[in-house]
């Protein structure tokens, strides 16, 4: 009976597409480097229009996590997808090498600066130390299947990007944007540096709160009895600092009368905050005051013998507290603002570690938050402490450390956001980029108006330094600026940026060198990587100054894609960026963002390891980036099933294909049957709205789309159809050339689409695809083979009742009625329009269900027995009573009387023995 079989070609041992995909993958990562893939890439694309995706750089320190992945994975994605449309899209990689981070852990090896080092050789291992992580990271990044220019990448170490880094600040001196000031930052007292406000990250905190009493000194009220107003403050430690008591102008006061004095509260808080110090016995008077009736009542300090005035401000709310509010200019922003106005002293007791200097009576020596204690007991003894509770609030902390932060005045170098209008020019320029997810904007909108100046100086070692020379005397800086800071940038060039701090400023000024100072703080790192459009973008010859695309997590609204766009704007008056797409971060399955401390993580490297890359690249293109990205080692498996429903249809469409030449074989799309011209056209269709998909950075409705191509179109139908032609058809007959034909045009669709997604799968299909050529296929655009307009009403009409029909024959297999599909006959009951489209396909109807028989009847002859679908269709399907063919298992009456096959069905003997069946359809 084997005779009689048609013999498929079925995969060999090299065959692509087998379950140990990590283990293939390694090879695949070889020869892209061995053939410099990226060089091609760049070679082929050159010339045409160019869309450049500027790499925000990761910090050059431990190992990557799966945020990373998520990030690099999204940008490979975008890239290889516009170079799939014809873009010529170059992936210059990057990393941020300056700052804190790296000299922490350089500092844990070889000590701090000044007790076991010097600064120079402090340097020299924080370089070190940056080297070995990137090309850690690098590793891993290349593992992930990214295709950059990765033996090029840009380095904010690089001594080139340290000189552009000063050229960049000399730029923005130059457009007026800089001033110096003694302002309150936010300072980490591990650190013993001002932090910028993306170094800041807000979690909760244990704080004593106290309600204080400032004695009135003046004679305003006229009363028999002491007058004081309250202040309610959750850092009592800063009172030493206090210089003024501010109320907001249009509020109401009022005054109580509490026994042995009167005391002044917002009358909005006056019931909770009489409450809060379990007063029953108070008595308001009938005075109404508003805040600017009070301005400029002076009072006495709680504990130190100074007077203190009242002050007016727009920052006092009625929230919580007593809706006055302790005024300490040095150490908050909004009492530094108020403070302006009113001249009042800035001065700060607290020094960098946040101890409290010799002079500051009672709390010298101490640190700030232990001093609260100090401040508590000494408010008590001069009974000016109505009440003191613990509260637990949001409080900033050191994104480094995890420790509180304070504002601490010091002095420090900006970047004014008022000073030119740059906030203006900014928030102007915020118009005119594309934000995805559009919410973006209003994100970023929110944190530049909100934002104060831009603190860039740093009291660190390993950091750009800020090159101005300053006049000892005035303060000023020196007259020719813009020339000293290109005379330094070409130093820096050569030496990087130890060579400013060699520098004598004798080499530099001559007989001016007397006059003035070098500065020694470095340069915010945000600073660093905020001016790589100026570094790499505007340096670069094959990019552009303006990028197509800064993509980030969203937490770079504060971070990188503010600070690019400030100094974009401060340089060039312009966003450095047409497009802003954000991302989410990657959280548990039970919402939790992954932390050590919860053993929730997953490493990209794990992953990577043991499932393959490809299966995290597929998560990741499947998830929606727009929101939290959830993941889990069952998630993970979920994406690993996916990727096998995908290339089990791919590896049977190859294996479908083989002995297929192209060349000679390959049938005219016309001339296909119908079925296989109606898969294309689906094919066609499918691919106009995965490129829309790609090109709207949709990648989780590509897949979705494609999967359920693999699912339903495929697998669920066309597929399951073209079996009996491949199996049983005569090698080089229409029928089975046209569903070869078909396959082809599928796959080298299929295999473009999933190319940006499943990088190392489509290039291990490409090698085995017939027509393919030799390069990579990340050398290929979108495959232009789908033509013609091949809609066929009918066989979509047959496709939805085979739905129905499916159900039937399933129930029928699990009542043990019949073996498979191919043991049944159905009857289709329908009405005049089903039954004209179902008329088109006449015997070929068979085929489409995997039936044995399928006969179409009107609606008004259904039998009892049939089953009802809707008022238009009806179905019976029923046992076939014929013999089974031994070659194509179709049950037919005809089996047995030709004597020489009495075996096979009549179709079967014309393939076997005849010129071969003539089909039209399926």
């Known amino acids: 009976m084997s005779d009689y079989k048609t013999t498929l070609n079925l995969p060999a041992t090299d065959f692509p597409m087998k379950a140990n995909l990590a283990n293939r993958e390694g090879g695949f990562l070889k020869n892209w480097q061995d053939q410099d893939l990226h060089k091609q890439i760049r070679q082929k694309f050159k010339g045409k229009p160019t869309f450049v995706l500027h790499d925000g750089p990761p910090y050059a320190n431990g190992d990557i996590h799966i945020g990373h992945a998520v990030n690099k994975v999204l940008k490979d994605v975008i890239v290889k997808s516009k170079t799939l449309s014809g873009f010529d899209a170059p992936y210059v990689p990057g990393w941020d090498c300056h700052g804190l981070p790296i000299e922490h852990m350089v500092e844990k090896k070889k000590g701090k600066v000044g007790q076991k080092i010097n600064a120079d050789d402090f340097r020299a291992a924080c370089r070190e130390y940056a080297d070995k992580q990137i090309e850690k990271q690098k590793i891993d990044f290349k593992r992930l299947g990214i295709i950059g220019d990765w033996d090029n990448p840009y380095q904010t170490k690089n001594f ?51 309600d204080v009493s400032f004695k009135v000194v003046d004679d305003f009220f006229d009363l028999d009895k002491p007058v004081s107003i309250i202040i309610w403050t959750t850092t009592p430690w800063t009172l030493p600092a206090n210089e003024a008591v501010a109320l907001h102008p249009d509020l109401n006061y009022v005054l109580a009368d509490i026994g042995d004095k009167f005391i002044i ?75 302006l106005k009113y001249n009042l002293p800035v001065d700060c007791p607290v020094d960098g570690r946040g101890i409290f200097i010799d002079s500051t009576k009672y709390v010298a020596g101490e640190f700030i938050f232990k001093a609260n204690a100090t401040i508590i007991e000494l408010l008590e003894n001069k009974k000016t402490l109505l009440k003191h509770d613990p509260i637990n609030h949001s409080y900033p902390h050191c994104w480094r450390h995890k420790t509180p932060v304070i504002f601490r005045a010091t002095p420090q170098w900006f970047i004014s956001m008022t000073q030119k209008k740059l906030r203006d020019k900014v928030n102007e320029e915020i118009l005119n980029v594309k934000w995805i997810p559009n919410w973006g904007q209003k994100r970023i909108e929110l944190m530049v108006g909100n934002r104060p100046d831009w603190c860039i100086s740093r ?29 330094v940038a070409k130093k820096i060039e ?78 060039n008056s312009k966003a450095p960026y047409k497009q802003v797409l954000t991302h989410g971060f990657t959280v548990d399955q039970k919402g939790y963002k992954m932390s050590k401390s919860l053993g929730n993580v997953i490493p990209p490297q794990k992953v990577v390891n043991s ?52 060349d000679k074989d390959l049938i005219k799309a016309e001339q296909m049957l119908l079925l296989d011209q109606w898969i294309i056209a689906k094919t066609a269709e499918l691919q106009s709205q995965v490129i829309k998909g790609y090109d709207e950075y949709n990648f989780h409705h590509v897949m979705k789309m494609i999967l359920n191509f693999c699912t339903n179109d495929l697998g669920g139908f066309y597929l399951d159809i073209i079996k009996d032609r491949q199996y049983t058809t005569q090698t080089d007959s229409l029928a089975r050339r046209s569903a070869q034909s078909a396959l082809f045009h599928i796959s080298h669709a299929m295999v473009r689409w999933l190319s940006p997604i499943l990088s190392f799968t489509s290039e291990e299909i490409w090698q085995f695809l017939p027509g393919a050529s030799k390069e990579s296929i990340f050398l290929q655009t979108w495959y232009k083979g789908l033509e013609g307009n091949f809609e066929n009403h009918s066989i979509e009409v047959a496709r939805d009742i085979n739905v129905y029909l499916r159900k039937e024959l399933e129930q029928m297999r699990r009542d043990k009625i019949i073996g498979s599909s191919l043991d049944a006959e159905v009857d289709i009951y329908c009405s005049d329009k089903i039954h004209t489209a179902l008329l088109e396909l006449e015997s070929e109807l068979r085929f489409v269900f995997i039936t044995s028989e399928a006969l179409i009847h009107r609606l008004g002859d259904k039998p009892k027995d049939a089953v009802d679908v809707d008022e238009n269709l009806a179905v019976r399907v029923r046992k076939s009573s014929y013999q089974k063919c031994v070659r194509c298992w179709h049950h037919r009456v005809e089996i047995g009387e030709n004597k020489q096959h009495k075996e096979l069905c009549g179709r079967c003997i014309e393939n076997v023995s005849g010129e071969g069946e003539k089909r039209v359809f399926a």
């Open 611 to 662: 499932l393959g890359a490809d299966i995290l690249r597929l998560w990741i293109g499947s998830t929606d980036y727009s929101g939290e990205m959830t993941v889990s080692d069952e998630i993970l498996n979920r994406s690993a099933d996916s990727y096998r429903r995908i290339r089990n249809t791919m590896r049977f469409m190859l294996a479908n294909m083989q002995g297929f030449d192209c």
């Open 160 to 210: 080139k990007y340290e000189a552009d880094i000063v050229r960049s600040l000399g730029k923005i001196v130059k457009n007026g944007h800089i001033s110096k000031g003694f302002k309150p930052v936010h300072w980490c007292t591990e650190c013993s540096s001002a932090l910028a406000e993306a170094e800041v990250e807000y979690k909760d905190k244990g704080s004593d709160t106290v």
């Open 265 to 339: 509260l917002a009358d909005e808080l006056y019931a909770t905050a009489l409450e809060r110090y379990g007063i029953k016995n108070a008595t308001k008077l009938d005075r109404v005051y508003k805040g600017s009736d009070l301005e400029g009542i002076m009072t006495q300090h709680p504990f130190y013998d100074k007077k203190v005035p009242i002050i007016l401000g727009e920052h006092v709310t009625t929230e919580a507290g007593t809706g006055a509010v302790h005024t300490a200019p040095a150490h908050g922003q909004d009492d530094y603002i108020v403070g």
């Open 494 to 571: 050569l030496e990087g940026i130890e060579a400013w701090f060699k520098l004598k400023i004798e080499d530099i000024l001559g007989k001016e060198a007397s006059e003035y100072e070098k500065t020694t703080d470095t340069l915010d790192v945000w600073f660093d990587s905020g001016v790589s459009h100026y570094a790499v973008l505007k340096a670069s010859d094959h990019l552009t100054d303006v990028a197509d695309m800064y993509l980030e997590g969203s937490d770079q609204h504060r971070g990188w894609f503010q600070s690019s766009l400030i100094t974009s704007c401060a340089i």
């Open 459 to 487: 009291q660190r070692y390993w950091g750009s330094p800020i090159t101005l020379f300053i006049n000892k005397i005035t303060g000023e800086m020196h007259p020719n600026t813009e020339e000293l800071f290109e005379i």
